[in-house]
């Protein structure tokens, strides 16, 4: 897809901490979404939990 390996998601996370003033950033991650998962552990996002819903393990990571 085009905007993959631009960047983006890196700029976007980046701007986001910048403006967060220092407080973690949290955000669920479906289990299934394995490309996710490793963009945000390259990133430096770690696993804070898990939990069940109907279909889906979500994980709830952090990057502080």
């Not at 967060?20 to 770690?46: D, Y």
């Not at 696993?47 to 819903?53: A, N």
Request: glycine content about 6%; some cysteine; charged content about 20%.
């Amino acid at each position: 897809k085009e905007y993959r390996q631009k960047g983006c998601f890196s700029k976007l996370y980046h701007t986001l901490k910048m403006s967060c003033s220092g407080l973690p950033v949290i955000t669920e991650i479906a289990s299934i979404n394995e490309r996710s998962l490793s963009a945000h552990k390259a990133l430096g996002f770690q696993i804070l939990g898990s939990h069940q819903e109907i279909d889906f393990t979500w994980h709830v990571v952090i990057w502080t």
